[in-house]
């Protein structure tokens, strides 16, 4: 087991830790005392269960900014929801305009879909790596391309930076594009309003901002974006043979993680009590000590320049470090467990001009502290001074 004093964790982006007590408080009461299964009787073991998967779907949806929890479809993630939305949403013909900045879990159901001619593929990128995308420079793109979906994401897991969803979700719509967003980085960790914005579909994690465990998030389909299931199985009426049509249960089959539930609901409720906001501001305090002492370490920052427009994570590098070697050091020096690599999006680390070296992430969660912090800054130190 590792010892929680020895390590200093700042991999939030990863997956949060610690979560607050409450998660494992209600997922353990759960099991130790219900156990029921969501849709699968009558009892009331299983009634509760099915309350208990309908409080998660509300707080995702109140945390999410969605007035109908109906379009919450829950599932074992964001992977799960993207794959879920362009493999259920997109037909024959249609084109794609997508960030090149999008993880993998966007990028390779796209490039399946392209390499079988099902749809045609465009990617576009903002100026340079510093900037979000400017909307005229989008308005001008879907002029050119004329897609059927944008997809993009809110929040880069590498550059770390925060798109102006409303207005680029604006843009699209203007020219008839539906809008797909990956919020897997941005849910819990800055505010959000999918509805208002009229984002057509969001997928979210559970483990990440939310603070809930490993294996739940979903997918926001707003009013009228029906897609097509991408698994089928038990759920909804036994005796028809297909899935129901209404959502979320059209898009929900099998066995529900009841117990990952009940610790997301928990998770959620913990950031809404204290407030994304609030959360937000005091993350973006100490990313400002972060940034400072990165600068003053030699390191090259991915990503906005400043706090301004850029969520509490920061990728980067120093040069003449190699950064999968800089982040085992950092562990065995300071004890300080961080990311390195290409983090699954291959094409941020392009636009960075990383793709050959990759990058180290430091990513912030609502637990660190200024000490932390300052112990990151004399391992940093006591590494490149040699």
């Known amino acids: 087991m590792l010892s929680e004093s020895r390590y200093i964790y700042l991999d939030n982006s990863a997956t949060s830790w610690p979560k607050p007590p409450a998660v494992a408080e209600a ?100 100026a340079d790596h510093t900037r979000p995308h400017d909307p005229a420079d989008l308005d001008l793109l879907l002029t050119l391309k004329r897609p059927r979906m944008l997809c993009l994401n809110h929040v880069s897991n590498v550059l770390g930076t925060v798109q102006p969803l409303a207005e680029l979700t604006a843009v699209a719509h203007a020219h ?56 089928r199985g038990g759920g909804g009426t036994p005796t028809s043979e297909d899935m129901p049509e209404e959502l979320p249960e059209r898009l929900e089959c099998g066995t529900y993680n009841v117990v990952g539930l009940t610790g997301l609901t928990a998770g959620i ?39 301004t427009g850029r969520a509490p994570l920061v990728s980067f590098t120093i040069p003449g470090r190699d950064s999968n070697r800089l982040a085992a050091d950092l562990e065995e020096r300071g004890g300080i467990q961080v990311r390195s690599g290409l983090h699954c999006a291959p094409g941020a680390h392009e636009l960075a001009g990383t793709r050959e070296t990759g990058a180290v992430r430091i990513s912030l969660g609502p637990f660190n502290t200024a000490e932390e912090l300052a112990v990151l800054d004399q391992t940093l130190l006591s590494l490149t001074r040699h």
Not at 202 to 227: D, N
Not at 275 to 303: C, F, M, S, Y
């Open 269 to 307: 409720g913990w950031v809404l009590d204290r407030g994304v906001e609030e959360l937000h501001r005091r993350k973006a305090r100490l990313l400002e000590t972060l940034l400072d002492i990165l600068g003053k370490n030699g390191a090259r920052v991915l990503g906005p320049p400043g706090v």
């Open 176 to 231: 008839g594009a539906l809008v797909l967003a990956d919020v897997a980085q941005a849910s819990g960790a800055v505010p959000l309003d999918l509805e208002r914005w009229g984002v057509d579909a969001a997928a979210f994690t559970g483990h990440k901002g939310m603070l809930g465990p490993q294996g739940t998030g979903g997918l926001y389909a707003a009013a009228g974006i029906e897609p097509i299931p991408l698994l």
């Open 27 to 126: 997922m353990t009461r759960f099991l130790d005392e219900e156990g029921g299964s969501a849709g699968r009787g009558s009892h009331t073991r299983a009634i509760h269960a099915a309350q208990t998967v309908f409080a998660a779907r509300e707080a995702a949806a109140r945390l999410l900014g969605v007035t109908q929890p109906q379009r919450i479809c829950l599932g074992p993630g964001a992977t799960w929801a993207l794959n879920q939305a362009l493999y259920g949403l997109l037909k024959p013909g249609d084109r794609v305009l997508a960030c090149v900045t999008n993880h993998n879990a966007v990028r390779r159901p796209l490039l399946d879909l392209a390499r079988r001619g099902v749809i045609g593929l465009d990617w576009f990128a903002p």
